[in-house]
């Protein structure tokens, strides 16, 4: 494909990777406007969405990431309800896994959700779990294998409202963690 991919511009838009197929874009972007609704689900193993650039899950709209049955994608940052957007992703199953070459922001500016189950995994370099003033960012890590690990810093609450669940199972992992952190002036 190449180039941007914009899902839901002014109305309602998905997209379907299944069965092996492979999409491949420069930025990604679901839910772009206030009238939008933008979804995207990948499913199965050896289906992959690589973005060479950035992957936006709720601009000022909504939108919707599933990534199931060992699905992929992968792209630098990653924002899940950003500007005054709603987001909401779920990484679930063995083998499904979401690679940020970057940081990975839950609620930056909007309201971002991100489940984490089954197996699932997700990785990059820096997570936030509400970024920035207004925002509200909720994660849960859940099931036996399922994993959120960075190598670099970690925020919960990062300016906003940001809530972390670990459970039956799950892991997180990242060099320093930071909760309840009003702003950093720089982020290693």
């Known amino acids: ?3 941007d991919i914009e899902i839901g511009v002014t109305g309602p838009g998905a997209l379907s990777i299944e069965g092996g197929g492979t999409v491949t874009t420069t930025v990604g972007v679901l839910g772009l ?3 939008s609704t933008g ?4 499913t199965g193993a050896g289906s992959t969405w690589t973005n060479s650039d950035v992957l936006f899950v709720g601009v000022q709209g909504s939108g919707t990431l599933i990534i199931e049955e060992g699905g992929a994608i992968s792209n630098t940052d990653a924002y899940i309800g950003h500007a005054s957007g709603t987001g909401t992703a779920t990484v679930t199953g063995a083998g ?3 690679t940020n070459s970057g940081s990975l922001y839950v609620g930056n500016g909007g309201v971002g959700t991100l489940s984490i189950e089954d197996g699932g995994g997700v990785t990059g370099i820096r997570g936030f779990i509400g970024s920035d003033p207004g925002s509200i960012g909720t994660a849960t890590v ?3 294998g399922s994993s959120w690990t960075n ?3 970690f925020f919960v609450g990062d300016g906003g409202d940001g809530t972390l669940e670990i459970e039956n199972g799950g892991t997180v992992s990242n060099s320093f963690a930071y909760v309840a952190w009003r702003r950093a002036p720089s982020a290693p």
């Open 33 to 35: 406007t206030s009238a």
């Open 39 to 42: 979804a995207a689900t990948v």
């Open 142 to 144: 859940s099931g036996a």
């Open 1 to 3: 494909m190449g180039g």
């Open 96 to 98: 499904s896994a979401w």
């Open 151 to 153: 190598s670099g810093l």
